[in-house]
């Protein structure tokens, strides 16, 4: 059924106009709330009945679940809870979400009213709503769903309790538990949905690996230097790369030992790093083979930062825009290829000068491009060891470097590593 025909029946069963029915109908939408759900929204707002006149739905087990499914009832083990606030039809939302088990497999749920339930709990959920979300199918618990205790404890293999090595966590994980050392944090305002908000951003790191951090309740535990348990936090994409995310719900405990983390970052092939869809710390080793127009003395949007190109911004229109330093070198190893992306301090320190250094060779020759010359002079055809951020979208493989230095490995040990993969 399309938005219109729904828009259309419940109109007419309430009496009301369609506009303004289909316009709640696409607000509620749009922030994934399932139809079956915001059509009992949409008939409580109106002060209709809001009992949904599908047929009973079919008892299934989690592995039998398929988005095309409408809805069902399914008997569970609950792994997470998690709870977070979001924002429809300009309220607050309290959601609680997580993931659910059998033992067929594991399913993430969303709770849009309270549910008495906790991890461990053995329950039969009935009428859940299933859509899909992130390309796989999702249990949605509304006023339609009813929770009851299971008649038996529900058996699965899988762990109770949201406790993840940062290396093990993904985008979409709710209720998640980590223990970390805080390695970098700002306080930064943001326009967020109430106006201009404060909030924490930064790294934090385990002994398995390094991720972004964003607390959008700044805590006072969270400190640079700080090893903190982090509770009911939720994880989304960034840049290609799992983020960490604190909210008003999570709680925070400073922990009475210091959380170790890595020296160093994994080494991977650039074939197999870019395959991966994005890291946040990666080490790559590769040959310089080219270094990309927009390197050397560039000038930079003084509102926003972007890269200005003959006066104009693509956000601000005419600036006076701020020198800076960059490099944008291609780097290949024979496996593929990542733009690595040097900011101002590397940049400096691959050309031999700063920003005046380079100011003043661009005045002597008339032309900025000697400086990105002189750059391709020092690096294009060395082997570097890169380590840094990498990210993967439609424009190709960009890697914000934090390390930038010629490789000490012996080619013949490199040629060999590489034979014996072809071998494999």
């Not at 993931?99 to 039969?124: L, V």
């Not at 951020?389 to 490199?414: H, I, K």
């Amino acid at each position: 059924m399309q938005l219109d025909d729904h828009a259309e029946e419940l109109a007419s069963n309430l009496g009301v106009d369609k506009a303004e029915v289909k316009d709640d109908l696409e607000s509620l939408l749009e922030y994934n709330v399932p139809v079956e759900e915001a059509k009992a929204s949409i008939r409580r707002k109106h002060g209709g009945d809001s009992s949904s006149s599908a047929s009973a739905p079919t008892a299934k087990s989690l592995a039998d679940v398929t988005p095309e499914d409408g809805s069902v009832t399914a008997t569970v083990r609950v792994l997470t809870k998690g709870t977070r606030s979001i924002r429809y039809q300009g309220e607050d939302q309290i959601i609680r979400e997580g993931e659910f088990a059998d033992d067929t497999g594991r399913i993430s749920y969303t709770a849009w009213e309270e549910f008495d339930f906790e991890p461990g709990d053995s329950i039969t959920v009935g009428n859940a709503n299933v859509r899909e979300w992130e390309g796989k199918p999702e249990l949605n618990l509304g006023t339609n769903t009813t929770v009851a205790t299971a008649s038996e404890p529900v058996e699965t293999p899988y762990d109770v309790g949201g406790d993840r090595d940062l290396i093990d966590l993904e985008p979409g994980d709710r209720g998640r538990a980590v223990e970390v050392v805080v390695q970098e944090l700002d306080r930064r305002t943001i326009d967020g949905r109430d106006g201009e908000t404060e909030i924490l951003s930064g790294v934090v790191a385990d002994e398995t690996a390094r991720l972004p951090l964003t607390d959008w309740d700044p805590h006072a535990d969270i400190e640079e230097g700080a090893s903190v348990r982090l509770e009911d936090v939720y994880v989304r994409e960034y840049r290609g790369v799992p983020q960490v995310n604190v909210t008003e719900f999570s709680t925070v405990e400073r922990l009475d030992r210091e959380v170790s983390a890595p020296s160093t970052a994994p080494r991977m092939g650039i074939g197999e790093a870019v395959t991966s869809g994005g890291l946040f710390d990666v080490e790559l080793v590769g040959n310089v083979i080219e270094v990309r127009d927009g390197s050397g003395l560039i000038e930079r949007c003084p509102e926003c930062g972007r890269v200005v190109q003959n006066g104009q911004c693509r956000a601000h229109g005419d600036v006076e825009g701020e020198d800076d330093l960059r490099v944008k070198a291609i780097l290949d190893d024979g496996t593929g290829t990542v733009t690595a992306v040097l900011d101002t301090d590397l940049t400096a320190a691959v050309y031999g000068g700063d920003i005046e250094d380079a100011k003043q060779a661009a005045r002597d020759a008339m032309d900025k491009e000697v400086v990105a010359d002189e750059i391709r002079d020092r690096i294009v055809g060395r082997e570097y060891r890169v380590r840094g951020s990498l990210s993967v979208d439609e424009y190709g493989a960009n890697l914000d470097a934090d390390e930038f230095a010629e490789s000490a490995d012996d080619p013949a040990d490199r040629a060999s590593e590489l034979l014996a993969g072809v071998a494999r």
